[in-house]
């Protein structure tokens, strides 16, 4: 229904193997194309003298954002008759990757798009890898232009083993893995008329299937502080509630340092009144029961769930830099709100992705993903990945660059929380 927060995709797969086709020809098929649109690609396609290419419909939504109707750049709605839906990443968006790993992008669910003739192609793998170490835990995998091998049922069953095989050494598992032809519309919104063999699923009904994201609320509390403001004996605690529910009269906990306090009054900025609670996707500011020293980069929480602390922990990490990432390089840590400094203090493994193999290493190139331990000064309020995935990631900045992009896991490295 349209209650229900949109459940969020992303398309993956090797270049030209059909996802902007796939998408646009999804929007039109599931009637969420706006007026026009459908006419606009048939006749640019015809211009050209091609067969109608529904790839242009990316293009011509493009072209709606350059005057300003459509905000955001990189958002693609589009529902069905169960729920809505949004891409949150266009395919061929040079920035794709990074949006990835540096958490712009966090999907609940990912569609991994193979070309039935081509088959499965490096960058086919290195997306698979790379929702794997994303946590992105509902996949499916869609076989494309089925039309290119006569929709021949031995070519999928070929196709499926292999993919299928590369999947469970991720420790995935698909949730189908659909026959279509993006082109030729089968097996997108119906059963494919022209795959008569096949009786599993068709793609929306597979979208449908999928679970619902986990709402922010649902978890415990974490509000990384923003600033602090101070108006004569005031002082404003101001930040955006990432996760959980905040309420007046809360005991909360500040760390790294360790204090509990009580919230005396919750302002929310666009109410004029104070707010008795506050939850995931606001930004408030808190007034506290007693002066306690309190920075950015400090993370409020309950007592009951607090952030882990410590100055050290492993990461898998998807490396962006143009020069290698290097076991005693330091670099500056993005981690909600706080930013310090920290060093590598070792690569435990660098992952190839072509060959699914991991070894030790003492770098990581450009495009590399790598495990590593990094180590600040001072102790950080963090969080596993998968206990919560806003607090759990962060990025690397390098002078002024994003270079690299990853996700928290203690492993081996206990919580040095002080009683
Ligand atoms: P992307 O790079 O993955 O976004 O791929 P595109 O959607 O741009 O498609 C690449 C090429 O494959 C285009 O020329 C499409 O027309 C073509 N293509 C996409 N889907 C199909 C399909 O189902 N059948 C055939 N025959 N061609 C397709």
């Known amino acids: 229904s349209s209650e229900s927060p949109a459940l969020k995709l992303v398309v993956v797969g090797h270049v030209d ?26 006749r640019m396609s015809e211009r050209r003298g091609m067969p109608v290419e529904w790839a242009f419909v990316l293009d011509a939504l493009q072209a709606e954002r350059d005057q300003g109707i459509t905000i955001d750049t990189t958002q693609i709605f589009f529902n069905t008759d169960k729920r809505n839906y ?60 089925m039309d290119l091998v006569d929709y021949r049922e031995e070519r999928y069953q070929e196709l499926t083993g292999e993919i299928r095989k590369y999947l469970s050494g991720l420790g995935l598992e ?4 659909v026959p279509v032809s993006a082109r030729e519309g089968q097996g997108l919104v119906a059963a494919p008329d022209k795959m008569s063999w096949y009786a599993g699923p068709h793609l929306v009904e597979v979208l449908d299937g999928f679970s619902p994201p986990v709402l922010p609320t649902d978890r415990p509390l974490r509000l990384p502080v923003q600033d ?36 005396k009054s919750i302002e929310s900025w666009n109410t004029p009144s104070p707010a008795l ?18 920075e950015r980069g400090q993370v409020i ?20 830099g143009r020069k290698p990432l290097e076991v005693g390089k330091r670099y500056k840590l993005k981690l909600a709100t706080n930013e310090q400094m920290v060093d590598v203090q070792s690569i435990e493994t660098v992952i190839d992705v072509e060959n699914l193999t991991s070894a030790a290493g003492d770098k990581l190139e450009r495009n590399g993903i790598g495990e590593i331990t ?29 270079v690299g992009g990853g996700i928290i896991f203690m492993e081996g490295y206990p919580d040095q929380r002080s009683s």
């Open 17 to 42: 193997h059909g996802k902007s086709t796939l998408i646009g020809r999804l929007l039109h098929d599931t009637g969420s194309l706006p007026d026009g649109k459908a006419e606009a690609v048939i």
């Open 86 to 145: 949004v891409i949150i990443d266009a395919p061929g968006h040079t920035e794709f990757l990074k949006n990835m790993v540096s958490g712009a992008a966090l999907s609940d669910a990912a569609l991994l798009v193979i070309d039935a003739k081509e088959g499965m192609q490096e960058q086919s793998r290195r997306h698979g890898y790379i929702l794997h170490l994303l946590g992105v835990r509902q996949v499916a995998v869609v076989i494309n232009k």
């Open 174 to 177: 698909a949730a189908a893995i």
């Open 228 to 263: 602090v403001y101070k108006f004569d004996d005031r002082r404003i605690i101001a930040g955006r509630i990432e996760s959980g529910r905040i309420r007046t009269g809360d005991r909360i906990l500040i760390s790294p340092s360790n204090k509990s306090v009580t919230v």
């Open 277 to 294: 609670s506050a939850s995931a996707g606001q930004s408030v500011g808190i007034t506290l029961s007693e002066q306690l020293f309190i």
């Open 301 to 320: 929480s309950h007592e009951a769930n607090p952030p882990i602390e410590s100055n050290v922990f492993r990461a898998r990490i998807f490396w962006l």
């Open 374 to 402: 990094l180590r600040a000064r001072a102790m950080l309020a963090l969080d596993e990945f998968s206990e919560n995935p806003k607090t759990g990631r962060f990025v690397l900045v390098d002078e002024y660059d994003t």
